[in-house]
């Protein structure tokens, strides 16, 4: 093996793993992204790495990712090695490796002033390659604690918790209300942004660890969780942020006005062969509301469903071309990317706050939207403070709506009334150590934080099974994850 270049930078372009032909790939639901590279070529991304000293890409990831470790061991073609590292924080490096928008490549020290180290990429190269390989197999505990802990719900943070705390010896139960696993790894995201395979091959390693699924229990509903707390030495809450924001205009009844997301699991319910859509937008002019994730993810199903007209309509102005003075590396840039489902076809409308839905041929369903064109003053944290009309009543034609807002807090009104508090936002309240409001029951993901992404589910996960086990134990020696910048333990 060659001596290793830190200079590598400069002799190799970054080339990240991209995506499919736009017109090919919208007439299908297969992944987006193009297959993986050819070995040399991943190694020679993982040498762009100039292992500066102060890892700030580090530092971007959530769960403290050991990014310039696992981007060496590729440039040395030490696989095997590279996956060890990026379990050693990641539960899951498949799950963000393909879906994560990588706030550590911002982060990294050459985006300063030149292209990032394809840092996601080479995670995703790690994985895959792991996979085929099969080295990702089963780690069952070997003594088992005597403890039993439930965890309400199977999305990442539930699985990560789960898993964590599997193999520090407990035996543990996942309790989910629908009747597939994953949360909305599997009935959120759609199959052409993470195929669902994914889900299915973790879940069988899971499986064979010793943890035990029930699905179609809906905690606080099907089963107390007084009846739980009885069941079990500990619960944890991984039960998610689902519940809709909604618009609240004239004409909100119309017939043809839908939540995104009940659009998207529907579709996801189609493909995993779960019978016709009740909501299809083939054939129909689509509005979504929303620019957010789930927004994109809507644009992107109309398309393949066959709309012959799609606009994703934001409340908020279209982002700088570049990165304003007040936001400089190594922050999260503000600035306007192109979403992978834009690129697909439809268009973007921005600063527009709808007013209405009108029904212009009396039959009940929805024909137009009406909106404000507006200028916004925001305060210094970026929140829309005030208005400026610019333009009444303009005009959107609509046969089907797709409201995709973002979500309140965590769907747990059954819980409140069983003693769990809720903050003024939704969200399920909880002390440092993610207990509730009642002994012995705990909270992680989105449930806790609000609306986030995978990779803080997958570290809101591995925290929260750290504190468990410490509840249960005495003390832990499973590592923390986001509250820490401490490196995990080999243990
Ligand atoms: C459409 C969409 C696209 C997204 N795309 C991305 C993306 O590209 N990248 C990214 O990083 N993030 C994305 N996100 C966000 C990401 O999916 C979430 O942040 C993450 O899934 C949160 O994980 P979680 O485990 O906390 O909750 P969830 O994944 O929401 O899982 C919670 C689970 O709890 C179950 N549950 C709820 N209540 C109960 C109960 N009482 N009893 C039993 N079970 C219960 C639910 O059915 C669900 O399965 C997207 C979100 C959406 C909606
Ligand atoms: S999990 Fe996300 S932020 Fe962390 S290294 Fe992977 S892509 Fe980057």
Redesign the pocket.
Known sequence: MDERHPDGFLKHPREAIGKRDPAERRGDYREIYAPSWEEAHLRRQGERCMDCGVPTCHGGCPIGNLIPEWNDLVYRGQWREALERLHATNNFPEF?GY???APCEPACTLAYNADAVAIKSLERAIVDKGWEMDWIRPEPPRHRTGKQVAV????????ACAQQLNRAGHTVTV????ES?????T???PDF?FDKRQVTRRLDQLRREGIVFQTK?????TVSLAELRERADAVCL?????AHRDVSVPGRELAGIHF??TY?TDENRRQAGGGPVSIDAGGKRVVVLGGG??GA?CVATAHRQGAVDVAQISVRDQPPATRPEDNPWPWQPSIFEQTYALEEGGQALYALDVTAFVDEDGDGRVDALMAERVKWTLDTQGRRIDKTVLEHDVRVAADLVLIAIG?GG???Q??AQQGITLTDSGRVAADESMMTSLEGVFT????RRG???????IG??RDAAHHIDGYLMGESRLPPSLATQSPPTDD
Do not use: H, N
Not at 153 to 158: K, Q, R, T, V, Y
Not at 175 to 178: G, L, V
């Open positions: 963000t879906t994560c928008p309400v719900g199977s999305g990442p943070a539930g699985l309790y989910e209300r629908d696993l994953g949360g909305l790894m009935l959120g995201i942004k229990v809906e905690v606080g509903v991984a039960i998610g942020a689902q995104g997301m998207l994730d789930t993810d979500f965590a769907q747990a059954a819980l992680t993901g989105d449930s609306p986030s992404l995978v990779v803080w589910a809101e996960g």
